[in-house]
């Protein structure tokens, strides 16, 4: 089946450097959606990226859809410790059935 | 506006007990999903209906969960009988259809989950 992958699964940064995770999937995906999830909530959506090449900006966050949209990654930049977390990418399967199949996560520990 | 809630947001029972999770979904949402995070396996889709219809069901772990939606504002999780390796975050989660309109018209919302724990 579909199946979504994220590396690194953790990541231990110095507050200020730069972070990035990056999203893979087996099949071409119709959108990616990324997702945040602090330590003990649950996950909160926060952007989709639907057009191939799709690059979006939230601040200090970066988020790109690939050319081939199989692929996409989410850059931090100067991270601070209220970004920590874990960041999930999904795609909606390609069978258009309504299931969205989230990656497994990226955990970011910022260090202060 | 209420976001997805669900109860109880904490439930510690023994092994043998039957348990049960309840969500409402984000009024106007016609899509409701339930989901299971454990540090093993990460965040997995067990169920989801559309409609109050159960959609796809593949993910459920064996015939001791059950899911119902009896309307569009309720749906409920159950494990019977539960056992330890139960034991995890359980998530419901609502979605509004396309053409309904939000920030995007496949986001998910979560809901603040039930932890569960079985002795």
């Known amino acids: 089946g579909q199946q979504v992958m994220q590396i690194p699964q953790y990541q231990h940064v110095q507050e200020g450097e730069d972070f990035t995770t990056y999203c893979n999937s087996s099949?071409?995906?119709?959108?990616i959606q990324w997702y945040k999830q602090r330590p003990g909530g649950h996950p909160v959506f926060l952007i989709q990226?639907?057009?191939?090449?799709e690059v979006k900006k939230q601040k200090r966050l970066t988020f790109q859809f690939g050319e081939a949209k199989k692929n996409s990654s989410l850059h931090i930049t100067a991270t601070q410790t209220t970004d920590v977390g874990t960041y999930f990418c999904?795609?909606?399967?390609?069978?258009?059935?309504?299931?969205?199949?989230f990656g497994q996560g990226t955990t970011l520990q910022v260090k202060p | 506006d209420a976001g997805v809630i669900q109860s109880p947001r904490h439930e510690v029972t023994e092994m043998g007990q039957e348990v049960t999770l309840r969500c409402k979904p984000i009024?106007?949402?016609?899509?409701l999903f339930w989901y299971r995070q454990t540090m093993m396996r990460g965040l997995e889709l067990l169920i989801y209906?559309?409609?109050?219809?159960?959609?796809?069901d593949s993910g459920m772990p064996e015939d001791r969960f059950s899911a119902k939606m009896p309307n569009a504002s309720f749906s409920t999780l159950k494990i019977q009988p539960s056992e330890p390796r139960d034991s995890a975050v359980y998530f419901c989660?609502?979605?509004?259809?396309?053409?309904?309109?939000?920030?995007?018209?496949?986001?998910?919302?979560f809901g603040p989950g039930t932890r569960l724990l079985v002795l």
């Open positions: 989660a609502s979605s509004p259809a396309p053409g309904q309109g939000a920030i995007s018209q496949e986001t998910q919302y």
């Open positions: 099949t071409t995906l119709s959108n």
């Open positions: 990226l639907v057009k191939s090449g």
């Open positions: 999904a795609g909606y399967d390609s069978s258009n059935t309504g299931k969205l199949i």
């Open positions: 009024s106007g949402h016609n899509s």
């Open positions: 209906f559309n409609n109050n219809v159960p959609i796809d």
